[in-house]
Structures are given as structure tokens and as C-alpha cells.
């Protein structure tokens, strides 16, 4: 064995001594191994190497740089799965295991321990973090895995505060202790409510959400990092995949990056190798099928970020051609795309990439030179090697393989270049490409051809300008090429594979070129080396030094020979210069990057500013960059203060008042206008809508209505269609092929050819996938030209956004992606409608496919439609031997289950059935029992907790003639429900009209009642009832089948507990038009009357500004409330009055901007209103102490009216409300659930009743049925409420009572006669799950209603899986899958802009912007559009 280095001093010199005269080649050694190997690496300063056969799970250990190998015996053969070596301590390791063993060494692997943890390894991230400066600490033990703690269930991702060595809090208590994690939300476990918390105790009593932007937290933490002296975080909204960077450099004060006007997309930037004063970030500008970017550095806080270089070459995965010159401040090289125009504009075009190099910290690039030629290199995404591509710590030596000419060529076509002067100069090394390597602090350079088999391995001992050639005993391809990570030693590792097929042998080879020469270097044999120079050959200056190395002569002949020690820098101070300066806190670079201006008012020092004409000396807006060492004397002074204005540090304040801004169109109306709206994680300030008007005209404006501007001024636009995941997105479709899209919210418009014109039969024309933000279907019309016979839809399918298409199916319905996360397999299923051997005159199937229709699969026959909702899938179709129709639902797309309706619960197949909402643990479902037209109504059956039974909620609900019910529920606030009845419902079975009365139910459909009247008028009058009994006094409001717009809703799921409506109080519901305007503060307990008439209404800044107008009557005013509608305020916005047909503002309801929708006498008119000035100050939230005095929020609990206590739902829910006082403003969205205070007992209003009304199900049906059955239960009459949490007390579905079934007498007793503890576990353990389920769902829960959309593949972030149920349905006339509250397409294009041809814009898909109000928990089909789920006839069936 090789005796190492530092244990017998005395031995090596005398060695060294008597050496051998020199040898002309290197030693090899070789090892043959019988599968692949991986994660090879050295314990630093050591020639001990560990190395992977993942597939015999065994770790293998050399201890002299690979010349001989041992399995480790402690680790058991095929238990290893990972190596995971410790940063920053060379003596720890870690082995993860397979399964739950796993083993560490603290001494290089000389003996390794074992322990044992909960679960297994991840594979979706390190499953190893260590502690920069303690070794014992590794996520999670504090003692090196004496013992091993669980941090916390919930943690998807944990690291130190201290994971690398630069980084630091400032305070050494949490260096060594401080752990940051992201976690699932409070009670949700979507991405988009991730939250960063950090702890100094493990997370055992101290848990802080750092404040990340306004003072509050972030969510949808989705991902973290540590650089050098900073951590970095990126956040991403619901509804974009725009991501916003923050940044911290001690773990407590963040910052958002900012990024100028590049946007930082999701899995579309790299955070690249950077330095202690600064981050490099790549961010990807074009598509991601042919990728580039921008690089961009930080200041030293990382939160102003510089571009550097544009269309930087990067691919799909990430990664990009950037890479520092290691050991060297300021040397970066990057691959550029010149030709980026044409790249840009086509998916198809090739890259022409060049290599450019810079000396200066990416300030200027210049190209690499061979003379007079450019060189280029392949770079990181063609690395061919493990580590660094074009460096090692050996001083100024660079390698590459590429060539010159006018732009890059395939690596093969290479050729070995080198460079020992840092990259200012180059030449060709080596005929063909070679992997590469360097040892001796670059005395001794290994290369060999990696492009084909070979037995030449070459090397060169004067810096690559002569090279010699040793042959190995066979030829190989070489894999991997290693040696010592600082490049210090004589010894390399060759692993390559030798023969082919069943013959494939691996193999590891190591050099030895210790021999080579006699004698040992001396000083003469050395040079100072310049690391940097500038254009005149002098060493240039960065961070206010040069840096300089002493390095071997290329020609001397001798080595180094100091292995382990690292080549050492000389800095010498440079006088301050411009490039020494950075701009101050809270400035910016101005447009032509010369000074510094500031973000905001400038802070002024205490004392100072007593008069507004005084000054002040202040920041000149530069600072000195931290850690730069330039001297001051004799230098530029650019941080010394100024004299500033103190009119300018002050902020002017809040005008007080509201404005308002009018805009005419030449137009008659508007036929349809959409919200693209900003997300938390988008940058920028706009508030962006797009509209069309009859004229097919579209505008669109960034400042909510202030200015419009034409979209596409010389084309007509027929419909407008936003993506429905993507809230940047939206695409404007012509009568012709042609299609414009933008992908930045209107910013920027592009177009792309349609494979055909649109469809003609009102089907949805573009369908898009939920993840993949570029795949689209598209469906056309083929051969319908003229009124042509043979007419039909054609569905195509583009994976690149438009730029090329593949045609789907002909004769189809409809298309849809039917991708979710969690359903595997199914990035490319795509479920269709099409007709029966393409014949229209057939019936419908559901046919499916993965492979874009290359194979097809038929799921389920004679289907009348099928729709998408959270993560199931509702298919409707005809049951011909039953006469009827039925619903299956399916969850991973291949398998599909049969709903079951409630026992002896008949509807003739001709009624109709509508889907209302599943967001509270269960669906409602409304069965209509009378399909008279001015005649309908029915009943709402409401579903279990799992969707598959169904109890009667509440009877003779109305609806009309197209579907739609009156049945809304409260948004934000679980389980309020309001509802119209037809009270006189006999009556109208006979013909009569309808008498209609609202209730209300506070516990999920289980109880419902009338609604209190108030007290009083809004004159302060008694109201004229009969008397004050509730059945005849109480108040009712109009629903959705009187509303113009199904989209005004009477909530905003911002403004928890405030409801709005148009109604009045009597016995039963009055015209619409004598209805006066109502509010309730309380979820429904109490209302009040605000106005008399009807008023429009809508939500700004998460209730705190509510905006009415009137409706029907010329107006120019509007009233507004500040204190949640107890008092009101007049402002008019117009001298002329205008008629005004909406009110409406970002679907968040988080805007002080409102818009107005109307006409004057001379066309369409929008009028802009703005509240903004009315305060300035942000409100101030304390989560960690909601009731403090200084807090503007209190905690609201919401109750049942029956009860005594804010119990509802077996638990006391806590919500932030704004205190009516605060005069300031909400700004950012408010996670307005803020915990679950406690659960409580069981009473009556935890539990529903199975079927009132109707008879019970025969219980001994089960007995009938399945002949092996031995007992049936008596029914309770009573179950759960699958919201409710309560735990004990009333239990009254627990009293249940079993009898055997006929014959089975013998065999229940048998059953029935167990032992005590077997009566324990069936009596204690249902219990007990029952109540941990019911525990899991209130813990997991996010507190916020879901959505169903028809014609999506996946519902909002919002539906938990617990909470959507599948349940649909299916109907003769009508079946409309959830109806209310958003809109799909625009309800109220009128049938005569139809009858123009106005027959594209038919969608069955519920846009996030109908333009929508984004508040609903489910949607509404527009019934003009075609697409009823169930839609069918007697004569089909």
C-alpha cells in the first residue's frame, strides 16, 4: 500500500532522495467492475476516493487515487443508493440507503456507522444537507446521526441558514441553529400556498414566516437556494408561471429581485456559479423548445440585478453555456446565439452559437482568438466531463473543445484548444475531441479522444504546446476523466467502458505520472503570473485589486510536487475607480446607466426636515461595493453625501380624492371583455383588460380603462379566447386561419397560422393544456366553404404554441387535455368526442389517447358529453336498456365508476340535472322535477364525502329554462348557501306562476331557513308585514336566473362575510325591479338595507371600498362604502349621464380601480374609477399577533344562528378582517383563513338527515343483493356533515343496530360473538379513523372554495382533492355542469350578433377571466353555447 503523505515525513524525503531515474511514461493500473459506476469523488486533500455501483448497491473506497479498490464491508451489498459527500468537512460522508439504513464516516471512510430513519430517501431532491461549519449537523441530527429527529411532517424542502460557508445571519447562535423550510400551506397542501418558515429550535416551539414583500409574507414558496452569501427563494402565483426571486444575505430581511423588464418564468431561469458580492442569473426570453436568455448580475444584495450579455445559449433543462474561470475574479466565459432574431421567430431554426470571454465581470466581452481567427467552445449543455468544462484551480490553464470559423459546430467536428494565459490567448492542443483533465496546478495536462474507442491517452507537461502519447492494453470509450479537486496531484482516474453488447466490461484506470521527472521545482522554475490584463497587457483591476498567482514556468522541466496545497492569490489595492461604486439602497441605474436614481422618496437623518424649504446632506445614491479594497486616497469619491431637497424625501401625500376617466368607442356595445390579471409573483403594476366590441373591433388597456388602445387595428377579431391557466396569455381569433396571440398580457402581439378556419357548429376552438403553457387545440372547421354538405370539425394539436401543427381526429365534438399532477401518465391524454365512424348522424363516443392520437382507445360508448372538474372526470352517456341516461366518473382517466343517486330517488329521463358546486367536502346537485317552460324547478340532492350517495338538501328549488339555479354559495366562508324555492309548487305543476322565498343554510345544505328581515328600511321605516312571523316577513333576494350576468355574484371570496343582493322583504320575492339594494357583514345572519333600488355592485381592495351603481337608469353616480356598507358616500363621475350595464374590477377583487360599462347616446362608453387617492398607508398585518393594538385586522369568527357558540362545522374558524376604522388599505392578498382555533363537540347542526322527505332505503336490499352478505343495519336517519370536525357529544350517526340476514342466522351470531379485544378494535378503531380522517381533512385543509369548469382538465390550485367530489348531470333537455358563478364565454352576446355569423366564439371552458370575476366555485355554460352536458332528446334515447 502507498504510504500517504504527512503520516512518515521522514520516509517520503529520504525516498525522494533516492528516486529512480525519470520514467518515460506514466504507471497505469486498472480495475474491472461488473456494472456502470457513479458519484466518484475524493475526500478533499486526501487520495481517497468512493465510488457507486448503483446497480449491486455497493460503495467501493481506494485510498491511493484509484490504483487498487475495496467494497466497503460495513455497507451491505445492494443496500446503497446514494453518496452524498460533506461541502466542507473532508473527513464526512454519508451512504443513503435504499431503503431506511443508512451509514456515515467521519474519518474518509475508514469506518462508517449506521443509522436508521423514518422513511426513505426522496428522489425529487438532495435527501442530504449538511451544515457549513458543524459536520455533526445534517438534516436532521445535531449529533452526526447518534440519534435522528423528524424536523416536521409537512417540510418539503429544509436546509441551514449556514449551508454555505460565505453565508451568515450576523448573529452566531442562529449561524449554528437557524434551519429555513418550505412547508405546506396552514391547510392546504397546493403549491401555490407554500409557505417559508424558519426556526432556531427545530421547529419544537419557535416557527417565524418571514415578512418577504410589504411587510408580509409570500406564499407559494416553491422553491430555495443557497449562493455564496445569500439564500435565495422563488415564489410562483396561482395562474402564472412568472416567478418572483427573493433574496436575503441574513435570513431575516428579504427583497424582491428585480429584474428590469424581464420576466423570470417558472423553470426558466438558472441561478449560476457566483461570488461573495453578487449573483449571476440567467433568465430564459423565448420559448422553451429552443431556448435563450439574458444573463443578468446583482448588486451586492442581491436585489437589483444588471444585464450583462443577451441571448445567452441555453437548453431545455436549464442549463447554460456560463462558466467562471476558477480561481480568478472577474474571467467569465458564455456562449451566445447570433443568429437570436431568426431562432426567436422560429421553433425550427438552428442555433448558430459563439463563445465571447470577459475580463471584467461581465461588464464588456470580446470573442476568444487563435490568431486571427474566433474560437468557440462547447460549453455546459454539451459537457462532455464531469466538473468544471474549461478550468481547474491550476492557475490561468483553460482547455476546450471546439473550433474556429464563424460559429460553433458539433462537438465531434472539435478540436482540443488550450489557453495558459486565462483565456486571452488560444491554441489548437490536439487533433479531434478529447476529455480532459489537469494536475500539478497545470505541470502535467491528460487528455483522450471520448468521440470513439481508443488506446492513446496524451498528455503534455508544458502547458499543452507538446504532447506525448502512453497506450492503454485495449481500446476504450472513455466516460469520465478525474483527478484531485484542486488539480494539486500526479494522479488522474480514467473510468471507460471496454468491448460491447453482452462483452461491455467497465473499467477504472489510474495514472501515475509521479515519475516523470527527476527533481522537485525551485523558485527559479517559477514567474509572478497577471490574472487579469487589459487592452495595453497591464493587470487590470477588480474589486479594487489585481490578482496575480506564482505559477511553473511552462518549460521547466520539473514538478511542483506540493500536493494538497492550493495555488495561493496575490491581490495588490487599486486607487477607486467608477467600477468600484454600486448604487445605494433603494436606488437604481438610470436608462443610460451613468447615475443612480432613486426608487422613492430619500430617507432624510433624524431632526432633519423641520421645514420643507430646508436641505439636508444625504446618500449620493452610490455606495462603496461591500468587500471591494480599493484605496480611497487619490480615487474616485463617488459614495461622499450631497446636498438633497427636503420637498423631495418627503412623499407627497394621498390626494383625498377620487378620479375618474371616460372613454367613447365607435361602437353600439361590448361584446365580451376579459381580466389578464397580474399575479402576486408578476412583475409590474398594470391592470389589464381586453375587450371587443359589435364592431369586432379590440382595445386594450394597462391602466384599467384610463387609456385603451387597438390590439390588431387592421383585422377583424370574431372571439376572444385567455388561456385558462395562464393568466399572460390570451389569443384573439379572426374568421380566417389567422390567429393573434400575446404571451405577455397584451404587451407584445404575435400571430400563427390555424391549421383550419374556425369551427362553424359553435364548438370550442382552442383548448389548452393546464401545465404545458404551449399546447394547444385547436378545432376547425374542414370543408365548409359555401354551406358545403360535407362541412365537419377537426381537431389539431400544436406542442409549440402555434408554430406547427398535428392533426387529432376529424369529426369530433370536442377536445381536451386531460393532464392533472398526480394522474400518471397523463402529460399527453387527451380525451375527444367523435362521431361514430365519422359519421354525424351516429352516436358520440369518448375515445382516448396518449400518443396524439396514433393509437386511439374507445372508453365509453354513446355519450352525450363529458367534462372535467378538480381531479375528476364526469362523463354523461345513454343507458339504452335502462331507457335513461348515467353518469361515470373516472379519477386517473383509464377506469370509470358509475354514480349512485339516493335509493328509490327516480327522475325521468327527460328532466334535467345540474351540477352546483363541489368545493365543501360534497356536492350539490340539482334534479329538476318540473320542465315546464316559466314552470321549472326541482330538487338539490347533496353528496357524501366521497361523492358516491346522495341525502336530500332542500326541495323545490327554482331554476330556468336553460339551466340555471338559484343556488349561490357564500365565497370564502364555508358552508353558507342561499337559495330560491318555489313555495307554491303544486300550484305551479297545475300552471300557476311562481311564488318564490329565499333561504339560507349556515351548515352545508343540513338545515335551511328564511332569512331574518332587518329591522329597519334604509329611511329607518318599519317594513310593511303582516306581522313579524318568519314565514311571512323575512327577506328574499334575486338570483341567478334574473341576472343579466351570471358573474355578479353576491360575494367575494377577499371580502369574507359580506354579501350583497337585490330583493325585498314580504313573503314572497317581488319584481325585480321594486327590489331595494341589501348587505349583510356577517355571512347572512343579519342584513341591512342600503339603498332603495337596484344597485349593481361590486368589491374593491378585499372589501374594504364596495362600489354600487344604479341599474337601468341613466346615472352619473355612483355611491361607495369604506366601513363594509354602514355608511355611504355620493360621487358622480360624469357631467352626462350614462346608461349603465356593469360594474366590475380585477377577478381578485385586490384593485381600488373599477370600471363601468355603459352607453351614451352616441355608442359604448367605459368609465374608469379610481379610489387610490383616498390613502396611501398600507395596512399593517401581525400574524404572529393578530389583536395587537397597532394591528389594522381583528380576528373574525363566523357562527350558526341556532348557536350560542361561533362553533361551526365542529370547529371555530378564525378569519383576518380589516377593522372599519383603518383608514388604509389592503394592498396585497390576504390569507384571510388564519387558523382553526379549536374543534368542538358534536351537536345536532353536525349532522344531516339521509332522505327527508322520502322513504328510507330497504335495509335488507343488501341482503337481496349480494347473496354472501350476512347482516344489514338499521338505518340512523342521521350522517356527518362532511365538512364538520367535531369530535364527541351529539354523535348521532353512531347508533345503528345490525340483524343477520335470512339463513345467515347461524354465521352473524358466529360474527357477532368476539372476544373483548376484538370487540376493542371494532368498536374503538372506526372510531378513531373516523375522527383522523375528519382531523386530516380540517388540517389539510386551505380553507377556500374550489371550482368546477367545463372543459378543463383540472380545477384551481384551491380544490383539494377532499374537497370535489365526481358527481354530474345528465339530463333530456338540459344538463348543465355547474351553474355559477363564471362565466365560460360572454352570456350576453345577443342572439343577432349570432345571426351576423358569429359562430366562432363558442368555448365550453370556464375562463379564470370570463372576464371573469374569479370568484366562483364553479362555472356556468353558456347556454347559447351548445355545450349542456346530457343534451339530448326522446327520440335519441
Not at 351576423?1396 to 375562463?1407: F, I, W
Amino acid at each position: 500500500m502507498r504510504v500517504r503523505l504527512g503520516i512518515l515525513p521522514a520516509v517520503l524525503c529520504l525516498l525522494g532522495l533516492s528516486s529512480a531515474a525519470k520514467k518515460d511514461k506514466p504507471e497505469v493500473s486498472s480495475t474491472k467492475f461488473d456494472n456502470i459506476l457513479s458519484n466518484l469523488f475524493y475526500f478533499d486533500d486526501t487520495e481517497t476516493v468512493l465510488l457507486l455501483d448503483q446497480s449491486a448497491g455497493v460503495v467501493h473506497r481506494s485510498v491511493n487515487s484509484g490504483e487498487t479498490w475495496e467494497a466497503v464491508p460495513e455497507i451491505p451489498e445492494g443496500e446503497a443508493f446514494q453518496t452524498w459527500k460533506h461541502p466542507y468537512n473532508n473527513s464526512v460522508a454519508v451512504v443513503v440507503g435504499i431503503n431506511k439504513k443508512h451509514w456515515i464516516t467521519k474519518d474518509q471512510g475508514d469506518t462508517w456507522k449506521k443509522f436508521v430513519t423514518r422513511a426513505g430517501p426522496t428522489l425529487a431532491r438532495q435527501p442530504i444537507v449538511f451544515h457549513a461549519r458543524d459536520a455533526d449537523k445534517v438534516y436532521y441530527t445535531t449529533d452526526g446521526f447518534q440519534t435522528v429527529e423528524l424536523l416536521r411532517e409537512d417540510a418539503l424542502n429544509c436546509m441551514w441558514a449556514q449551508s454555505q460557508e460565505p453565508f451568515t445571519t450576523g448573529d452566531a447562535k442562529l449561524d449554528e441553529n437557524q434551519i429555513l423550510c418550505v412547508v405546506e400551506g396552514k391547510y392546504s397542501m397546493w403549491q401555490k400556498d407554500y409557505r417559508l418558515v424558519t426556526s432556531d429550535d427545530y421547529f419544537k416551539r419557535v416557527e417565524v414566516e418571514p415578512e418577504m414583500a410589504d411587510g408580509r409574507s409570500v406564499p407559494g414558496v416553491a422553491q430555495m437556494a443557497a449562493v455564496k452569501g445569500f439564500i435565495v427563494a422563488a415564489a410562483k402565483s396561482e395562474g402564472t408561471d412568472e416567478m418572483a426571486l427573493y433574496v436575503t444575505d441574513d435570513s431575516i430581511t428579504w427583497h424582491r429581485a428585480e429584474f428590469g423588464e424581464h420576466k423570470v418564468e417558472e423553470d426558466g431561469y438558472t441561478v449560476l456559479e457566483s461570488t461573495n458580492y453578487s449573483i449571476q442569473v440567467d433568465v430564459m426570453t423565448t420559448k422553451r423548445s429552443n431556448p435563450m436568455g439574458v444573463l443578468f448580475t446583482s448588486n451586492s444584495n442581491g436585489t437589483y440585478f444588471t444585464k450583462n450579455n443577451e441571448h445567452t445559449n441555453r437548453n431545455p433543462m436549464g442549463f447554460v453555456d456560463f462558466e467562471k474561470v476558477q480561481g480568478i475574479q472577474g474571467i467569465v466565459m458564455v456562449n451566445t446565439v447570433d443568429n437570436w432574431e431568426e431562432v426567436d421567430k422560429s421553433w425550427f431554426a438552428d442555433k448558430k452559437v459563439t463563445t465571447s470571454i470577459s475580463f471584467d465581470d461581465g461588464r464588456t466581452f470580446q470573442p476568444l482568438k487563435v490568431g486571427e481567427k474566433d474560437l468557440h467552445l462547447h460549453s455546459v449543455t454539451d459537457a462532455h466531463n464531469s466538473g468544471k468544462v474549461f478550468s481547474s484551480p491550476a492557475p490561468g490553464i483553460v482547455m476546450g473543445v471546439g473550433n474556429t470559423g464563424e460559429y460553433l459546430k458539433e462537438y465531434k467536428a472539435g478540436d482540443l484548444y488550450v489557453s495558459d494565459d486565462a483565456g486571452v490567448t488560444w491554441t489548437k492542443a490536439l487533433d479531434e475531441a478529447n476529455m480532459y483533465e489537469f494536475g500539478d496546478q497545470g505541470a502535467v495536462l491528460v487528455a483522450i479522444n471520448n468521440e470513439e474507442a481508443t488506446d492513446k491517452v496524451r498528455y503534455s507537461i508544458n502547458h499543452g504546446k507538446d504532447w506525448e502519447t502512453f497506450k492503454l492494453e485495449d481500446k476504450v470509450r472513455a466516460q469520465m476523466l478525474t483527478t484531485v479537486p484542486d488539480s494539486t496531484s500526479l494522479k488522474f482516474i480514467l473510468l471507460a467502458t471496454r468491448g460491447a453488447g453482452s462483452k461491455l466490461e467497465h473499467h477504472v484506470y489510474s495514472f501515475n505520472f509521479e515519475g516523470l521527472h527527476e527533481r522537485k521545482c525551485k523558485e527559479s522554475d517559477f514567474e509572478k503570473w497577471s490574472a487579469r490584463i487589459n487592452a495595453d497587457g497591464k493587470p487590470s483591476c477588480l474589486m479594487g485589486h489585481t490578482q496575480s498567482y506564482r505559477r511553473r514556468k511552462a518549460d521547466a522541466d520539473c514538478f511542483v510536487g506540493e500536493e494538497f496545497r492550493d495555488p495561493e492569490p496575490l491581490f495588490e489595492n487599486c486607487v477607486c475607480a467608477d467600477q468600484d461604486f454600486e448604487c445605494d439602497y433603494n436606488f437604481v441605474r438610470s436608462e443610460d446607466r451613468k447615475e443612480c436614481v432613486p426608487v422613492g422618496p430619500v430617507q432624510p437623518p433624524e431632526g432633519a426636515c423641520t421645514n420643507i424649504a430646508d436641505t439636508f446632506m444625504g446618500t449620493s445614491g452610490w455606495r462603496l461595493i461591500p468587500g471591494n479594497t480599493c484605496t480611497r486616497k487619490g480615487g474616485v469619491k463617488k459614495d461622499e453625501p450631497v446636498e438633497r431637497s427636503c420637498k423631495d424625501s418627503i412623499k407627497p401625500p394621498a390626494s383625498g380624492r377620487i378620479t375618474s376617466e371616460v372613454t367613447p368607442f365607435h361602437a353600439g356595445s361590448f361584446k365580451e371583455y376579459y381580466y389578464l390579471e397580474r399575479t402576486e409573483s408578476s412583475r409590474g403594476e398594470d391592470e389589464t383588460v381586453i375587450m371587443r366590441t359589435d364592431r369586432r373591433e379590440t382595445y386594450i388597456t394597462d391602466d384599467h380603462g384610463k387609456t385603451w388602445r387597438p390590439v390588431v387595428p387592421d383585422d377583424e377579431i370574431v372571439a376572444i379566447y385567455p388561456h385558462m391557466y395562464f393568466n399572460d396569455v390570451v389569443y384573439l381569433v379572426t374568421s380566417s386561419k389567422k390567429v393573434y396571440y400575446s404571451m405577455d398580457r397584451g404587451k407584445t402581439i404575435h400571430s400563427f397560422t390555424a391549421p383550419e378556419a374556425p369551427n362553424q357548429d359553435r364548438l370550442q376552438i382552442l383548448s389548452f393544456h393546464p401545465a404545458e403553457k404551449d399546447w394547444l387545440i385547436w378545432t376547425g372547421g374542414k370543408d365548409c366553404s359555401g354551406f358545403g354538405k360535407d362541412c365537419h370539425s377537426v381537431a389539431h394539436v400544436s406542442t409549440k404554441g402555434g408554430g406547427d401543427w398535428k392533426i387529432l381526429l376529424p369529426f369530433v365534438r370536442k377536445c381536451q387535455f386531460i393532464s392533472r399532477e398526480g394522474r400518471k401518465d397523463s402529460e399527453q391524454l387527451i380525451y375527444c368526442e367523435q362521431y361514430l365512424n365519422e359519421d354525424p348522424s351516429n352516436s358520440l363516443q369518448l375515445v382516448a389517447s396518449d400518443d396524439w392520437f396514433e393509437h386511439k382507445d374507445v372508453r365509453i360508448e354513446n355519450v352525450i358529453s363529458f367534462a372535467t372538474m378538480s381531479e375528476f372526470i364526469v362523463v354523461a352517456s345513454r343507458d339504452d336498456k335502462e331507457q335513461t341516461l348515467r353518469v361515470d366518473t373516472s379519477i386517473d382517466g383509464t377506469n370509470f365508476a358509475n354514480a349512485q343517486f339516493p335509493a328509490n330517488f327516480r327522475v325521468p329521463h327527460q328532466q334535467a340535472y345540474t351540477v352546483l358546486d363541489s368545493s365543501t367536502h360534497s356536492v350539490f346537485l340539482h334534479v329538476t322535477v318540473n320542465a315546464k317552460p316559466e314552470q321549472e324547478y326541482g330538487t338539490i340532492i347533496k353528496s357524501n364525502s366521497n361523492g358516491t350517495s346522495y341525502v336530500l338538501s332542500v326541495s323545490d328549488v327554482n331554476r330556468d329554462t336553460p339551466g340555471y339555479v338559484d343556488f349561490e354559495k357564500m365565497q370564502g366562508l364555508e358552508g353558507v348557501s342561499v337559495v330560491n324555492i318555489v313555495a307554491n309548487a303544486r300550484d305551479a305543476d297545475g300552471g300557476a306562476s311562481k311564488k318564490l322565498k329565499t333561504m339560507i343554510t349556515h351548515n352545508d345544505g343540513a338545515e335551511w331557513s328564511y332569512m331574518k328581515a332587518p329591522p329597519e328600511d334604509a329611511d329607518g321605516k318599519d317594513y310593511r308585514c303582516s306581522d313579524r312571523i318568519l314565514e311571512k316577513c323575512s327577506l328574499h333576494l334575486h338570483g341567478y336566473t334574473e341576472r343579466k350576468d351570471p358573474r355578479d355574484t353576491f360575494s367575494s371570496p377577499s371580502a369574507v362575510g359580506l354579501m350583497m343582493g337585490v330583493g325585498n322583504v314580504g313573503e314572497f320575492l317581488g319584481p325585480y325591479k321594486e327590489g331595494d339594494t341589501f348587505i349583510t357583514r356577517d355571512g347572512g345572519v343579519t342584513w341591512r338595507e342600503v339603498m332603495k333600488g337596484t344597485y349593481m355592485w361590486e368589491y374593491g381592495d378585499q372589501g374594504s371600498v364596495i362600489v354600487i351603481v344604479q341599474e337601468e337608469t341613466p346615472t352619473n353616480i355612483v355611491y361607495y362604502t369604506l366601513d363594509e356598507g354602514q355608511t355611504w358616500t355620493e360621487y358622480r363621475f360624469s357631467d352626462e349621464k350614462l346608461q349603465i350595464h356593469d360594474i366590475t374590477t380585477v377577478p381578485s377583487d385586490t384593485s381600488r380601480n373599477f370600471l363601468l360599462w355603459g352607453k351614451n347616446s352616441k355608442g359604448a362608453v367605459t368609465v374608469n374609477l379610481d379610489f387610490t387617492g383616498l390613502t396611501d398607508r398600507p395596512c399593517h398585518l401581525n400574524e404572529e399577533n393578530p389583536n395587537a393594538e397597532d394591528s389594522d385586522y381583528y380576528l373574525w369568527e363566523p357562527k350558526h344562528p341556532l348557536q350560542d357558540s361561533n362553533c361551526l362545522f365542529g370547529h371555530v374558524a378564525q378569519y383576518h378582517r380589516k377593522k372599519v376604522e383603518s383608514k388604509c388599505f389592503n394592498g396585497r392578498t390576504i390569507q384571510r383563513l388564519h387558523n382553526i382555533a379549536k374543534n368542538c363537540t358534536c351537536t345536532r347542526q353536525d349532522f344531516e338527515w339521509l332522505v327527508p322527505g322520502l322513504d328510507p332505503a330497504d335495509p335488507m336490499a343488501i341482503c337481496k343483493k349480494d347473496p354472501l352478505a350476512v347482516e344489514y343495519y338499521e338505518p340512523t336517519g342521521y350522517r356527518r356533515i362532511p365538512l364538520t370536525t367535531c369530535q364527541g357529544g351529539k354523535e348521532m350517526d353512531y347508533t345503528s343496530t345490525s340483524h343477520p340476514c335470512p339463513g345467515r342466522e347461524e354465521e352473524y351470531q358466529k360474527k357477532k360473538g368476539i372476544s373483548g379485544i376484538g370487540l376493542f378494535f371494532a368498536i374503538v378503531v372506526p372510531f378513531c379513523a373516523a375522527a383522523g380522517v375528519g382531523y386530516w381533512v380540517w388540517k389539510n385543509w386551505d380553507g377556500k372554495f374550489g371550482r368546477i369548469r367545463l372543459g378543463e382538465t383540472m380545477g384551481s390550485a384551491g380544490e383539494s382533492p377532499w374537497i370535489t367530489y365526481p358527481v354530474a348531470a345528465v339530463s333530456g333537455l338540459v344538463a348543465i355542469l355547474a351553474a355559477i358563478p363564471l362565466l365560460v364565454a360572454s352570456l350576453w352576446r345577443s342572439v343577432t350578433s349570432r345571426a351576423r355569423g358569429s359562430s366562432y366564439a363558442g368555448r365550453t371552458y370556464t375562463s379564470r377571466s370570463s372576464f371573469t370575476r374569479g370568484r366562483g366555485d364553479y362555472a356556468v355554460v353558456d347556454p347559447d353555447e351548445g355545450e349542456l352536458l346530457g343534451e339530448d332528446s326522446d327520440e335519441e334515447v
